[in-house]
């Protein structure tokens, strides 16, 4: 089965550790497109792969399960090990975040970075308050057993993923690379397969979007305290890698993985 994996590595110095991108639900690995080049040209070598059945990998989206998910970031995490000789640092974003935490219980990673994650206690507040807002929405997710329903307008993409000042044109970009997601995976975040902290020894970042129109700031801060952190948090909305100030967000990143020595860059400057 082939998955999708964007690349972007630099022209110089190579850092040692290579960095994984797995992104959210209804998106695929195009939503790295700012932040790839960016952390290339700062010496890491970067990948972002698309889970499978979303835009270019193969696979059955509408029977995908978050196992078969954590599976296609494994798969390609050992290929990326196999390629440079080291294992990635995985950053993920919302359900990516939350793909992320089940990763990381069985394979070890020399860091991981939640950006926006699906908390440690799941989605189900979060499902609630949705439902609770958008009741015809839920029942037609329900009913066509299709979630796309939750995000099938520019308008409702502005209001659950950006701010209320991005374009008209960046909006009209990103959203015509929304795509449907998988009902099963919904019921595995609401409560089948929760994440496990206790199972997790790589150090972790998580960052939250104080605008966030998903997730709480007490859900982040849950999710952060799990893993024997401090969640931090950015003036911008749920899509914290294509907001406005998506650079305060990756410069963040490299600073915390400088400062833990988990990237370093190499000595013999491939």
């Known amino acids: 089965m082939h998955i999708e994996v964007i690349t972007h590595h630099p022209e110089s110095e190579i850092r040692e550790t290579p960095l994984l991108f797995v992104h959210g639900a209804w998106h695929g690995a195009w939503c790295w497109e700012e932040f790839q080049p960016y952390f290339a040209d700062r010496g890491y070598r970067t990948y972002a792969l698309s889970l499978r059945g979303h835009c270019g990998s193969e696979g059955k989206l509408r029977t995908a399960r978050i196992h078969d998910y954590v599976d296609d970031v494994a798969r390609i995490a050992a ?7 080291q294992a990635p640092v995985v950053i993920g974003h919302s359900m990516g975040g939350f793909v992320t935490q089940k990763y990381l219980e069985t394979h070890d990673a020399p860091a991981a970075v939640l950006l926006a994650s699906i908390p440690v206690t799941g989605y189900l507040a979060s499902f609630t308050r949705f439902t609770l807002r958008y009741p015809l929405r839920v029942l037609r997710s329900l009913v066509t057993f299709d979630p796309y329903a939750f995000v099938s307008s520019p308008q409702q993409s502005r209001r659950l993923f950006f701010s209320e000042d991005i374009s008209e044109e960046t909006l009209a970009k990103h959203f015509a690379r929304i795509q449907s997601e998988s009902l099963n995976q ?8 929760l994440p496990r902290p206790d199972r997790v020894s790589a150090p972790l970042l998580v960052l939250g979007a104080a ?12 999710t952060a305290a799990a893993y024997g952190t401090q969640a931090e948090f950015f003036p911008m909305a749920h899509d914290m890698m294509l907001e406005s100030g998506w650079e305060a967000v990756a410069d963040r990143i490299i600073e915390w993985l400088e400062d833990s020595n988990s990237a370093s860059p190499n000595d013999r400057g491939m």
Request: hydrophobic share 40%; glycine share 4%; no cysteine.
């Open 211 to 222: 605008n966030d129109a998903i997730f709480t700031h007490r859900e982040i801060e849950r």
């Open 186 to 193: 919904l019921f595995d975040i609401l409560f089948l397969n």
């Open 79 to 85: 290929q990326i090990e196999e390629e440079t000789g």
